[in-house]
């Protein structure tokens, strides 16, 4: 069964460096997202991502933020310079029409900022 | 925008028994009302959804209920089992499908053998 895979499962990074967490979604799907959820708290809405461009994207994705989608198979979302509260599990997820209603969640990438 | 509650935060239920957690949603525009559930270790995984022209969907031991005046909806668990065990989480979209999704806090189910 194909899957959204994500990487790493779990990264350590100081506070100020660059994270860039990587995503796989499944290969024939169009549309792909970034959530993040913070330790007890609710999944949250980071990103859209449409035709090589952002579609839409909420208050949290300030300018510390990126994606990318460097080539036909990978989805990267850059932190440029962590927080402390930027610690979180990140969930890539992609499905094949905005309208169909079924998102593929990746298994998360967890990031840890001390 | 849109705001998601979702109750009870933990739920501890018997084997066999029945699991009901609900959640109400403030933008009378949202239309798509999805569950996922998200197993420990894994991604959130879509179990139900429900489109505001239903009032009422089930699939086998799982059915999801919408009402849409009251701005509630709820998802019913019969008969419990083991694998059951895991956090659930309701959202709400308004465009129809996976874009804008707003999702609630999550429910902590545990199936008590």
């Known amino acids: 069964e194909p899957e959204v895979t994500q990487t790493p499962s779990h990264q350590v990074t100081q506070m100020g460096q660059e994270v860039i967490l990587r995503c796989v979604p499944i290969?024939?799907?169009?549309?792909f997202y970034w959530y993040r959820q913070i330790l007890g708290q609710k999944v949250e809405f980071l990103v859209s991502?449409?035709?090589?461009?952002?579609?839409?994207k909420s208050e949290i994705f300030d300018d510390q933020f990126s994606v990318e989608r460097p080539d036909g198979s990978n989805f990267t979302l850059k932190i440029r310079s962590t927080k402390l509260e930027d610690s979180a599990m990140y969930f890539c997820?992609?499905?094949?029409?905005?309208?169909?209603?079924?998102?593929?969640f990746g298994e998360g990438s967890r990031l840890t900022v001390l | 925008g849109e705001n998601v509650e979702q109750h009870p935060s933990t739920l501890s239920v018997q084997e066999g028994d029945s699991a009901v957690i609900k959640c109400t949603y403030s933008d009378s525009a949202s239309n798509y009302f999805p569950w996922y559930k998200q197993e420990l270790g894994k991604g959130p995984q879509l179990i139900i959804d429900i489109r505001s022209n239903v009032g009422e969907k089930k699939d086998q031991r799982i059915a999801v209920t919408l009402n849409k005046t009251a701005k509630h909806f709820s998802l019913h668990i019969t008969e419990t089992q083991p694998e059951d065990s895991a956090v659930y989480f309701c959202a709400a979209s308004k465009g129809g499908g996976a874009d804008g999704l707003t999702f609630g806090k999550g429910t902590h189910l545990i199936i008590q053998p």
């Open positions: 991502f449409y035709n090589n461009e952002i579609s839409e």
């Open positions: 997820a992609s499905t094949g029409g905005s309208n169909t209603g079924e998102l593929f």
């Open positions: 290969s024939n799907h169009l549309y």
